[in-house]
């Protein structure tokens, strides 16, 4: 089940909300307004796509030496 970070934008209050499915209305804790604005998913990206830019030399993700 997918954790996601969302943040109020009436009152600025962040806060973590699981997420069970994808109709779930979210509401802020704090002043209850239903205008937030999701920040990121803790586990993976639903939708968006990756970018992987890997190493053409040594095809590592993450390469500090040959480039
Ligand atoms: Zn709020």
Known sequence: M???????????????KLVSGTNVEISCPKCGSRDVKKKFSVFGMSGVEKQISSCSSCNATSCGSCN
């Open 2 to 16: 997918p954790i996601f970070e969302y943040k109020c934008q009436t009152c600025e209050e962040e806060f973590e």
